[in-house]
C-alpha cells in the first residue's frame, strides 16, 4: 500500500520525470492499447495520468466496438477498465451450438451455421387412437418444438433444418421441455413450442397467431400461444423503455449511466399500482431454456427470465408464472453482472463477473448448494442466494473480494471464483476458474463424481479430476459430462443408456459409474454402421463441445463431426435411417456421428463460419 501511495505521489508532483507519452513514440502507444490485456492497461495507466484521462477510455471503447458489444452501464465506483473486464470475459464464454431435452434436439451445423433439430415427444398427440401406434414412424406426436412448421407430425430422426430462419444467423441454442429458444448474431431471440406457462415469451395474448405459426392451446385458466416455427420475441409487453435520465437515476441509485444511455428501469405506475419491467435495450449474449421455464442474458450483465414460476427458479420473489421477459431485480440491486447462466427443471444457477455463484428455486435434494434446510425453511428459494464455497475464511475472503473490486481494476482472487455453471433436474455443476469441478445436489447412480451415491448440499470438488483442467461442464438427468482444457471429454452416472459413452454394455453388471471415465471416441472419423465401429481412446482428444439432454449426449468435435449416444426413444439421436422405424434404435451404447440433411441451393439460412472452439483459459493457482 505504501509502494502505490509513493508511487502515485511521484506521479502527480510537479518535479516528476516526463510522461510516458513523452517517451514512448505514437506508434507504440497505440499498439500497447489495441493489444495489451485489461491488467497491463491498468498498469500503464498508473504510470501515466495523461494516457488514463486521453488515450485509455478512447481505447476502452474501441476494444468494446471489436469485441461486438456496447459498454454497459458504470456502477457505482467502478472504472472504465473494470467495465471492460467484464465485457472480454462475456466474449471469452463459450456458446452452445448443441442442446438437448427430454424428446428433442437442437444444434447448428458447424459448416454453415444451420440450424438443426430432431426428436419427437413422449406422449401421442391423439392416445385414443389405436391404429396411430403402428405407423412405421411411431404415433403421431405433437413437434412444434421441432421448429419445422407444423405443430403435428411424426418424430423426425434425422436432423432436419428448422424452417423461418432465412438470412437469420444463429450462434447459440438451448432446448426445454416441449420448447426451443434460438439466439441469433445480432441479439434476437427466437422461441418455438408449446407455450404453456408463458416459456416462449411471446405473452399471454394469443390474438397475433397466424395460421402458417400459431396455434392456439388451452391450458388450465390460461391460454398460450403455440408457436410450430421460430419466431422473434417481441419485447415490451406492458414495458416501459423511454425514460429520462432523472428518472432513471432516481429508481436506480446502484447504477451510473454513461450519457446519452438509455435504461428502463423498475418504476410503479401511480395508475394501474402494478410494478412494470423494463424493456430489454441492450443485445442479448445468452439464452437459457429449463422445463417449463425459459431465460437470457443481456450483454449489460442482466437477467430475464420468464415461464413456469411455482418452484421460484424465475427469481422474481414471487411464485407466479411470467409470459414476458422480466429482469431479475434483486440482482440489478446489489450491482451483481452476470456472465452466465443455467436452468434446471426447477431451479436456476447464475455466475456473476466477480466468480460468485448464485441460485434459485427448488431446494429439494440440496442443488441449490445452499446447504441443508432448517425444519421450518421453505422448501423454495424465490430470490437468488449466493452459494457459499470452501471453508467459513475462504467465504469471508470472497466477500472482501467483491465489495472492494469494483473501486479499481482488482485482480487478486480468493480461493474459489467460479466462472461456468450447469443445473438440471435434481443436481448441479460448477467449474472454477482454476478448473476445479464442484458438483452437489442428488448423488444417486453416481452423478455427482464423487465416488459414492450420497447426496450433497454443499459444493464439493469432484477429486477424481484431480491433475485436469475442467474447462466446461453439462448436466444431465442422471449424469453429467466434463470437457478438459486438453480436448477430452469424460462422463459419470447412470450407463443404462449408454449416454457415458464409455462402452458400457449389460454384461459389465455395472449400474453407475461414481468416478468419470473417458468417453469413447472413433480413432477415425466416419459414419458406419454400429455393429462394426471400433471404438477406443483417441490418442489426441479433440472434443471442442459437450451437451447433455435428459439420458443422452453429444459430443463436437474441432473438425466440426457431431456424435450422439444413448436413449433414443424419441429419435432424439437424429441416427434414425432412411427406411428404418424408431424402435430400430432404442438405446445407443456407441458414440455415433449424425448424418446432416443436405439443403438445395440458396436455402441455407447462415454463413460459413468455423465451428467455436474451447477458450483458453486463464487458470488461477488454487491456494
Known amino acids: 500500500m505504501r509502494t502505490r501511495t509513493r508511487a502515485r505521489q511521484a506521479r502527480d508532483s510537479p518535479h516528476a520525470p516526463h510522461d510516458l507519452l513523452d517517451i514512448l513514440p505514437p506508434e507504440l502507444i497505440g499498439f500497447l492499447l489495441r493489444t495489451c490485456t485489461v491488467k497491463e492497461l491498468s498498469s500503464l495507466a498508473a504510470c501515466s495520468r495523461a494516457l488514463a484521462e486521453t488515450h485509455v477510455p478512447s481505447a476502452v471503447q474501441e476494444r468494446c466496438a471489436l469485441l461486438g458489444y456496447a459498454l454497459p452501464p458504470l456502477l457505482v465506483g467502478e472504472s472504465l477498465l473494470h467495465a471492460l473486464r467484464f465485457i472480454e470475459m462475456v466474449a471469452k464464454r463459450p456458446r452452445c451450438t448443441m442442446a438437448g431435452d427430454t424428446c428433442h434436439t437442437v444444434c447448428i451445423r458447424p459448416e454453415d451455421g444451420v440450424t438443426h433439430s430432431f426428436g419427437g415427444h413422449e406422449r401421442p398427440?391423439?392416445?385414443?387412437?389405436?391404429?396411430?401406434?403402428?405407423?412405421?414412424?411411431?404415433?403421431?406426436?405433437?413437434?412444434?418444438?421441432?421448429?419445422?412448421?407444423?405443430?403435428?407430425?411424426?418424430?423426425?430422426?434425422?436432423?432436419?433444418?428448422?424452417?423461418?430462419?432465412?438470412?437469420?444467423?444463429?450462434?447459440?441454442?438451448?432446448?426445454?421441455?416441449?420448447?426451443?429458444?434460438?439466439?441469433?448474431?445480432?441479439?434476437?431471440?427466437?422461441?418455438?413450442?408449446?407455450?404453456?406457462?408463458?416459456?416462449?415469451?411471446?405473452?399471454?395474448?394469443?390474438?397475433?397467431?397466424?395460421?402458417?405459426?400459431?396455434?392456439?392451446?388451452?391450458?388450465?385458466?390460461?391460454?398460450?400461444?403455440?408457436?410450430?416455427?421460430?419466431?422473434?420475441?417481441?419485447?415490451?409487453?406492458g414495458h416501459t423503455a423511454g425514460q429520462t435520465v432523472s428518472t432513471r437515476q432516481a429508481h436506480a441509485k446502484h447504477w451510473r449511466h454513461l450519457p446519452g444511455h438509455l435504461y428502463a428501469c423498475w418504476r410503479q405506475s401511480r395508475v394501474t399500482s402494478k410494478a412494470h419491467a423494463p424493456a430489454i435495450l441492450e443485445a442479448v449474449v445468452q439464452v437459457a431454456a429449463g422445463g417449463f421455464q425459459s431465460g437470457c442474458l443481456t450483454s449489460d450483465g442482466r437477467v430475464w427470465t420468464w415461464g413456469w414460476g411455482d418452484s421460484g427458479s424465475l427469481g422474481h420473489g414471487i411464485k407466479e408464472h411470467l409470459a414476458s421477459p422480466t429482469v431479475i431485480a434483486s440482482l440489478v440491486d446489489h450491482g451483481q453482472r452476470i456472465i452466465q447462466m443455467s436452468a434446471g427443471s426447477a431451479h436456476s444457477l447464475y455466475v456473476s463477473e466477480e466468480g460468485a455463484l448464485f441460485a434459485t428455486g427448488d431446494r429439494s435434494a440440496g442443488k441449490l448448494g445452499l446447504g441443508s434446510m432448517d425444519a421450518d425453511a421453505p422448501p423454495e428459494q424465490l430470490t437468488p442466494a449466493r452459494v457459499r464455497f470452501g471453508s467459513a475464511r475462504t467465504r469471508i475472503r470472497c466477500m472482501q473480494v467483491l465489495t472492494t473490486a469494483r473501486s479499481g481494476v482488482r485482480f487478486g482472487s480468493a480461493r474459489t471464483r467460479i466462472r461456468q455453471a450447469s443445473a438440471w433436474h435434481q443436481h448441479s455443476l460448477a467449474v472454477s476458474t482454476s478448473g476445479v469441478l464442484y458438483s452437489f445436489g442428488n448423488g444417486d447412480k453416481g452423478r455427482l463424481g464423487h465416488g459414492d451415491q450420497l447426496s450433497q448440499h454443499r459444493p464439493k470438488k469432484v477429486r477424481a479430476l484431480a491433475g485436469k483442467t475442467v474447462a466446461y461442464a453439462a448436466a444431465g438427468e442422471l449424469h453429467s459430462v466434463v470437457l478438459t482444457c486438453d480436448g477430452e471429454a469424460l462422463a459419470f452416472g447412470d450407463p443404462i443408456y449408454g449416454q457415458l459413452g464409455n462402452g458400457w454394455t449389460a454384461a459389465t453388471g455395472i449400474d453407475a459409474y461414481e468416478r468419470p471415465t473417458p468417453v469413447l471416441l472413433p480413432r477415425s472419423v466416419g459414419r458406419g454402421s454400429l455393429g462394426t465401429l471400433r471404438l477406443r481412446p483417441i490418442r489426441r482428444p479433440n472434443v471442442a463441445e459437450v451437451a447433455c439432454g435428459d439420458h443422452h449426449t453429444l459430443v463436437r468435435l474441432t473438425s466440426g463431426e457431431v456424435f450422439t449416444f444413448g436413449l433414443n426413444a424419441y429419435c432424439q439421436l437424429g441416427l434414425t435411417s432412411a427406411g428404418e422405424t424408431f424402435k430400430d434404435a432404442f438405446f445407443v451404447l456407441k458414440p455415433s456421428q449424425i448424418a446432416w440433411t443436405a439443403l438445395p441451393p440458396g436455402d441455407a439460412h447462415g454463413n460459413a463460419s468455423p465451428a467455436p472452439t474451447i477458450h483458453e483459459l486463464e487458470t488461477e493457482q488454487e491456494e
Open 125 to 237: 398427440a391423439d392416445p385414443d387412437d389405436p391404429d396411430d401406434d403402428d405407423d412405421i414412424n411411431g404415433p403421431s406426436v405433437r413437434v412444434s418444438h421441432l421448429g419445422h412448421g407444423h405443430a403435428l407430425g411424426h418424430r423426425v430422426g434425422i436432423p432436419t433444418p428448422m424452417a423461418g430462419l432465412h438470412a437469420v444467423h444463429i450462434c447459440e441454442v438451448a432446448a426445454g421441455y416441449e420448447h426451443s429458444l434460438l439466439l441469433s448474431r445480432d441479439g434476437h431471440v427466437y422461441s418455438c413450442g408449446i407455450g404453456e406457462f408463458g416459456r416462449l415469451g411471446h405473452g399471454w395474448d394469443a390474438t397475433s397467431a397466424s395460421e402458417d405459426t400459431g396455434h392456439v392451446r388451452r391450458h388450465g385458466r390460461s391460454e398460450c400461444l403455440e408457436r410450430s416455427q421460430p419466431c422473434r420475441i417481441q419485447w415490451g409487453f
